[in-house]
Structure formats: C-alpha cells, structure tokens
C-alpha cells in the first residue's frame, strides 16, 4: 500500500546560550556557543487521486501512518481498505503525499474541495495546495536583541498575567512585553496559533510598535509562529519551548531575533546565527 522513504526528523541548530545563576544580576550573564538538536518542520501536500487537498505542518516519519489517520478522522476512508496506494516524495520545498483511494472516498474529496476546510488549532498550515504554502511572502524584519535581564523579568511574571489560564491550565499566551521586560498585552486561547493572532490583531488596531520590545509566546516556536511574527513586523520573539529547524531558517532569512527555549536559568538565542 505505501512506499517507504525516510527523511530527517532532527537537526543540529547552532545558538548561543545566555545562562546566569540563581540571584540574577545583569553582570553575571554568560554567553557560550552551543549546539543542541532541534526537530525538523515540513509541509506535506495530501493529493488524493490527483486532487489537492490540504497542506499540513509534519514530523517528516511515519508519514504513512499520518496520511491513513487523517484520511480516517476527517472521514475521507471509512477503513484502511478504503486506501489503495500511498507514495510519498520530496518536493523543493516539502513533502507530497498521493493518495490513491476508492470511487466512495474519492467522491467525498471532490465534495469537500469545492469549499473551505475548517480551521484547526494545532496543524501549523492548512493550505489547498503547496504552491499557496510555499510561495508565501516572508518579509524582512530589523532584528533587535532583548535584554536578558527584560527576558528574565518576563519569565517570571508570566505565569500571573494568564488570567484565562488560572484554574484551566492548558491554555497558550502570546504576550507583547516593553523593552524592560514589563508585560502590557496578553492574550490567550486553547490554539497557540490563534493566541498569537489575537495578540497581532490588537497591535493593529491599537498602533502598537512591534519593534519597540519583544513577544513572548508559551508555546513551542514554529514555521507558522515564527512567519506570522514577521508579517506584523516583530523585532524579537521568544518562547518557553524550542523552536523547529524550519522556525529557526525562517527567522535567519527573515533578520527576526528568535531566542528559545527560554527558562529562567538560562536561553538560547538561535537567531541570528552566532558568529564564529
């Protein structure tokens, strides 16, 4: 039913690590070159007998497994039986997924092509086809280092400025802080994705200057977190979980300062790329 392929699920990811003790003061930052393991990030396009139909954000493996339960959950295939073929290959800028399946599953695709699919909260993308994923503009942004000493205040008040999250405990905060660290703006939502939009969308019609402080975000930083960052013109992005390789390259390109994980012993700055 499938041919097998294997790609890269981790990549090494040069940073710099900014550490201090406990008692933090500004004079006692250090700063070292370090190399840590980031997971890999790619848009895998889902053709179903030559029909295009979504494009979603994946840890290239298992890549088979994913075509047969998403085929299933979103009620394309009422069983594996249903799935006559699947070959996965390599495109330049992702992966594709064609599918071959029945003339029952194949109807229900030509039904839902012909509108919208709904959004989710997780996937990262969810694109008709490739082209409308990869060629997405990414501008360029003026990258400006927060202070760690700033960073650090954040970390530590986070936590108190997630009033939705009191008593919940699962939703994501993207949170818009002051060159000092101070935290003026939060938002948050059960979608990472939609927490940062919300947040994006007040800076909008509040005249908010992205590049007059940083986002903190409390969720991992990926493609999609870091390209929207960009759009709405933020200088500096950091985030309490690690980064995905295709986050960090974006982030390079793009000239955005991208510093995660961030704990409060200690980050890593992965964009720029440190200098040798």
Not at 88 to 110: C, E, F, H, S, Y
Not at 129 to 146: A, F, H, W, Y
Request: with cysteine; hydrophobic share 40%.
């Amino acid at each position: 039913m499938t041919e097998d392929i294997s790609f890269s699920v981790a990549l090494p990811c040069d940073a710099e690590r900014i550490s201090w003790p406990q008692g933090h003061e500004n004079t006692d930052i250090t700063r070292e070159h370090n190399t840590f393991l980031v997971a890999e990030e790619a848009p895998l396009a889902l053709v179903y007998n030559g029909i295009d139909y979504a494009v979603m954000m994946i840890t290239p493996h298992d890549i088979d497994d994913f075509v047969a339960g998403f085929s299933f959950t979103e009620d394309i295939i009422s069983s594996v039986s249903d799935l006559r073929h699947i070959k996965i290959t390599a495109q330049p800028d992702g992966l594709r997924a064609d599918v071959r399946v029945n003339a029952q599953a194949l109807r229900k695709v030509l039904a839902r092509t012909r509108r919208p699919i709904a959004g989710r909260t997780g996937c990262g993308i969810c694109g008709a086809d490739m082209e409308s994923v990869t060629n997405r503009k990414i501008c360029s942004v003026t990258g400006r280092e927060p202070d760690a000493g700033a960073i650090h205040k954040a970390l530590e008040n986070l936590r108190s400025h997630q009033v939705l999250n009191k008593g919940v405990g699962m939703l994501h905060a993207a949170a818009w802080c002051l060159p000092n660290g101070h935290i003026v703006h939060v938002r948050e939502d059960v979608g990472r994705h939609n927490a940062l939009d919300k947040l994006i969308g007040y800076g909008l019609k509040h005249q908010l200057d992205f590049t007059q402080g940083f986002c903190f975000l409390t969720s991992r930083c990926s493609y999609e977190m870091a390209a929207k960052a960009i759009a709405a013109g933020m200088s500096a992005v950091v985030s309490l979980s690690a980064p995905t390789a295709l986050a960090v390259r974006t982030a390079r390109a793009a000239g955005l300062v991208l510093i995660s994980p961030a704990r409060t012993t200690g980050m890593y700055m992965v964009s720029p790329a440190p200098q040798n």
